[in-house]
């Protein structure tokens, strides 16, 4: 808007103020109450003058005090006019001056627009009217404007376009499986390809949320059934139909193309279906050179693996397939011998998938794999017809060799289940234990003799799939008795009220797992377990184990309803009784934790492990108060502090007094010498196997295990690889023994990378002997106090998949009660049993040393640690002497906590292994080997 200022006049004709004013065009005229505006030359705020000027037209002017009605507005101006309104006055008196003439704006005339004066009240209580309406012009516009490029991005948004490609197959009707159908370079594919395409089109037009949107379509390959076709299809699709085009593609259909002539029948696909895909796995149909096709050859099995295996590592950013074909109604077994791929994370790890299809679609897939996995881990595949697929997804660059595999083909199963007629007797899922195959169904029906009843015991059970909730057995599931039961389960039982019970396996089409393996029992129901208690699970077990403490039955019924000797035992909360000497040890041994409750040490003060309580003042004072090390254990501020035997002496002099600093990734000392030397307690395999009771091993889990033999007994000992060139191990195997001289070197040879005692040749095992036994000199073979012996061998050995060493710990290194700890070894499993051939491990945890000085009275030194579990059933036993005690830190990494020692029995409840506690001898290994 142009505007002319009129302002205050000085004029001697007038002797009055003037008034502001300003232009404006006539299309805004409005109606106006102009307020007073008086004021004379001789004094402010007197009286209208006693002449007035009238400037304009239809105005009538009363005298005294100067008021105007009019019309602001006219329909031609040719100078400023001022009209009131009927019935509005100016009541003051001012001469308007016009400075400027007016000026044609955009075609329209302009008129003056009278402004607020300096000293009018009514003037001041129009401006903020004026103001409100400004703003909610404003307010408005911006809110039009926005709901316009909301509606722009909503309507933009709407019709974005996305790409999908959809996977599927179909079967082709009235169409015999020629051979040539598998190579997809003959004249046969492609005729029978362009076929089918064409039909897919043909089936899209008909659907408005597909036809409009589709690209091409391409045939992958076809098998027998009469033929099955594999394809994909590419969209763009509007974004806001994707769900809707999904929906469309999942839905099986069928289509039947009309003939070109009379003489031609129609073209018929049934079961058209498709799924979305992964662009990555789409293989460019020009580029075949990591695409290979396979056909078994009879029972024979055919090796194959990833490019370059094992010498180089696979290509990154590939996609590469391989697709694996049997004789009509044979289905495929697929074995990986090797499989090393990069680590499953969240980065979008490389993945290699197995799929019951010919055609990489979600729902047929029966397996996802990545990481590294041991040779003894089941990878064993089956599929439901004759056909099989694999992929491999690369991203980024990584070093890993990839896998090998091999499949044969065997007959397809007739039949599966069947009648069981017996006294008892053992059943299991097809091909156990191995993967059991997509889409079957299988019925066992049990029948024992007629006064009997019948329990089926399920000895392993692994029926899991992805992204089920657990307990919901809506995929594959074992049922029994109106029941369905899936995913991991340990050990259980289901019986029957009369001599029959059927039970029921499905797997649906996707994602397989090892199955089950079941024994059935017949047993009097007036009494299932003659002489002894009966879980509520239907295990028997002996009655003397009923109300001792211990969980004997996996659902712990027969600690229920139990009455505590009050001499001896605690009462849990939950009504379960536990030894009494368990009470305030650290470890919550009830389930609800009560026996550790009321424990609590007076304000101000600390309480150990040991459950004494100290001053706070004596907490990481670097000094021992409580005995048992707890006091200094969790003292992480990593400051230099004065050295004492419960800080961490660093390469350079200075100590830290920070709990446990080696090998964390975090460099606490000032030279970073506590992340040196840290290529040890690492495993090469990233998976290891679900292991029925927990016992055996898989190859490459303890790569520092070694296996002691002595000449011509065989397995003895165990030992632990520290370093290329030495071992550790119990200095009570070195001592001289009923005239054998055990305290030779020569008489011991060492396996390393060993898993089967029967299979000491296998491939990746190292034979090497002693050059060297350094045995403590404190050594007690009485009181096996100081029981540490460290070995050298004859030559290095070389750093394997299934050879690397174990981290040894500091001199401050503290373990603390409650800890897991593995033990491993070939010894007994059991007393006076016989000696494992695969490695055993065990789960154990580290005893209160106060609770173990009680349980073994005059017994244990400072140089010995308690661990197990004092309810018995795992421990160390006779040949695992000398063995590692492997610690798990929170990044995965293994520290030797302990040396197998000796234990009264073998898992013997209330008498818990002892093993030599390794951190007290840090020093002593360090000054004999410089390790």
């Not at 919901?472 to 029941?483: A, H, L, Q, R, W």
């Not at 009784?577 to 650290?586: G, Q």
């Not at 520092?704 to 030495?726: E, K």
Request: charged share 20%; net charge neutral; aromatic share 10%.
């Amino acid at each position: 808007m142009n505007k002319v200022l009129l302002g205050r006049g000085n004029g001697a004709e007038t002797g009055y103020s003037t008034l502001s004013a300003s232009y404006h065009t006539k299309q805004n005229c409005k109606h106006f109450l102009l307020s007073r505006f008086c004021a004379g030359p001789s004094g402010r705020g007197r009286p209208c003058a006693e002449k007035c000027v009238r400037w304009g037209v239809g105005g009538v002017l009363r005298p005294g005090c100067c008021e105007w009605t009019g019309s602001l507005c006219s329909s031609a101006l040719t100078q400023p006019s001022l009209h009131l309104g009927p019935g509005k006055t100016w009541k003051s008196m001012a001469f308007i001056q016009n400075t400027g003439k007016l000026r044609n704006m955009n075609g329209c005339e302009e008129g003056v627009e009278f402004l607020p004066a300096n000293n009018s009240s009514k003037v001041e209580k129009g401006g903020p009217r004026r103001w409100v309406v400004l703003m909610a012009v404003l307010a408005a516009f911006l809110a039009l404007s926005l709901l316009a490029g909301l509606l722009a991005w909503h309507f933009q948004d709407r019709n974005m376009r996305v790409q999908k490609i959809f996977n599927g197959y179909l079967s082709v009707r009235n169409e015999n499986f020629l051979d040539a159908y598998e190579n997809s370079n003959s004249t046969e594919f492609a005729n029978l390809a362009k076929k089918v395409k064409e039909a897919l089109k043909f089936l899209y037009s008909g659907i408005p949320v597909l036809g409009p949107y589709h690209k091409t379509s391409t045939v992958t390959a076809f098998s027998e059934g009469s033929v099955i076709a594999y394809y994909w299809s590419e969209f763009d699709i509007p974004k806001h139909l994707v769900k809707e085009a999904e929906q469309a593609m999942a839905e099986k259909r069928m289509v039947t193309v009309p003939p070109r002539a009379r003489s031609m029948s129609s073209f018929v696909m049934t079961s058209v279906v498709a799924f979305p895909s992964d662009p990555r796995i789409i293989q460019n149909t020009q580029d075949n050179s990591c695409s290979f096709a396979l056909h078994a050859q009879g029972s024979e099995p055919i090796r194959f693996s990833t490019p370059g295996f094992p010498d180089s590592p696979y290509p990154s950013h590939a996609r590469c397939q391989w697709t694996l074909r049997g004789d009509a109604d044979s289905v495929l077994s697929l074995t990986f011998r090797s499989f090393d791929v990069a680590t499953c994370d969240e980065r979008g790890s490389d993945l290699v998938t197995v799929y019951d299809t010919l055609s990489p679609v979600e729902p047929r897939a029966v397996v996802q794999l990545c990481g590294t996995y041991p040779p003894s881990y089941n990878l064993t595949f089956l599929s439901s017809q004759n056909v099989l697929l694999i992929t491999l997804v690369t991203s980024t660059e990584r070093r890993h060799p990839g896998f090998e595999a091999v499949f044969f083909q065997l007959p397809r199963m007739s039949s599966c289940g069947g009648y069981l007629r017996a006294a008892q007797g053992t059943f299991n899922s097809p091909y156990y234990p191995g993967h059991y195959p997509p889409n079957i169904n299988c019925t066992w029906h049990i029948e024992v003799p007629d006064n009997k009843n019948v329990k089926v015991r399920f000895k392993a059970f692994f029926l899991q799939e992805p992204n089920v909730p657990v307990g919901s057995c809506t995929k594959d599931y074992v049922e029994i008795n109106g029941e369905k039961y899936c995913g991991e389960r340990p050990q259980f039982v289901a019986s029957s009220r009369n001599n029959k019970i059927t039970v029921h396996f499905h797997s649906d089409q996707s994602y397989t797992d090892t199955g089950f393996l079941a024994e059935f029992l017949s047993f009097d129901a007036r009494d299932p377990c003659p002489g002894s208690f009966m879980c509520n699970t239907g295990r028997c077990i002996r009655k003397e184990l009923r109300c001792d403490g211990w969980a004997d039955c996996t659902d712990y019924s027969d600690e229920l309803d139990c009455k505590c000797n009050a001499t001896y035992q605690f009462t849990c909360r939950d009504k379960f009784c536990k030894p009494l000497f368990w009470v305030c040890d650290s470890v919550k041994d009830c389930e609800d934790g009560s026996d550790e409750e009321g424990c609590s040490c007076p304000p101000n003060t600390f309480k150990c492990g040991n459950g004494k309580c100290l001053p706070q003042s004596q907490q990481c004072d670097r000094k021992d108060d409580c005995g048992d090390g707890s006091d200094e254990a969790k003292c992480q501020d990593g400051k230099a502090v004065p050295c004492t035997e419960h800080t961490h002496r660093c390469l350079n002099g200075l100590c830290v007094d920070k709990s446990n600093p080696q090998c964390d990734g975090n460099e606490d000392c000032t030279d970073g010498s506590d992340e040196k030397d840290c290529d040890c307690g690492r495993r090469s395999f990233t998976r290891q196997s679900r292991v029925v009771g927990g016992e055996n091993s898989d190859q490459g889990e303890w790569p520092w295990q070694v296996s002691l033999h002595a000449q011509g007994h065989g397995h003895l000992c165990g030992a632990s690889l520290i370093s290329p060139s030495w071992m550790i191990s119990a200095a009570h195997c070195f001592v001289d023994d009923r005239g054998f001289r055990y305290s030779e070197h020569s008489v011991w040879t060492a396996f390393l990378g060993l898993h089967d005692q029967s299979k000491r040749n296998a491939p990746g095992v190292q034979e090497r002997g002693l050059q060297r036994i350094i045995k403590h000199p404190f050594f007690n073979d009485f009181t096996f106090d100081y029981d540490i012996a460290l070995l050298q061998l004859d030559r290095p050995v070389e750093y394997s998949a299934t050879i690397r060493p174990i981290c040894l710990p500091a001199a401050d290194y503290t373990f603390p009660t409650g800890k897991a700890i593995w033990v491993t070894g070939w010894g007994h499993t059991q007393e006076a049993g016989q000696g494992a051939m695969i490695l055993q491990k065990g789960e154990i945890r580290v005893i209160n040393q106060t609770t173990c000085e009680h349980l073994l009275p005059q017994q244990i030194t400072p140089r010995m640690i308690c661990v197990g579990y004092l309810s018995g059933g795992v421990d160390a036993c006779q040949g695992d002497s000398g063995g590692p005690l492997s610690s798990p830190e929170e990044d995965g990494r293994m520290f030797q906590a302990g040396v197998v020692s000796w234990g009264e029995g073998c898992a013997q409840r209330n008498k818990p292994g002892v093993y030599t506690r390794l951190p007290v001898f840090r020093d002593w290994i360090k000054a004999q080997i410089g390790v």
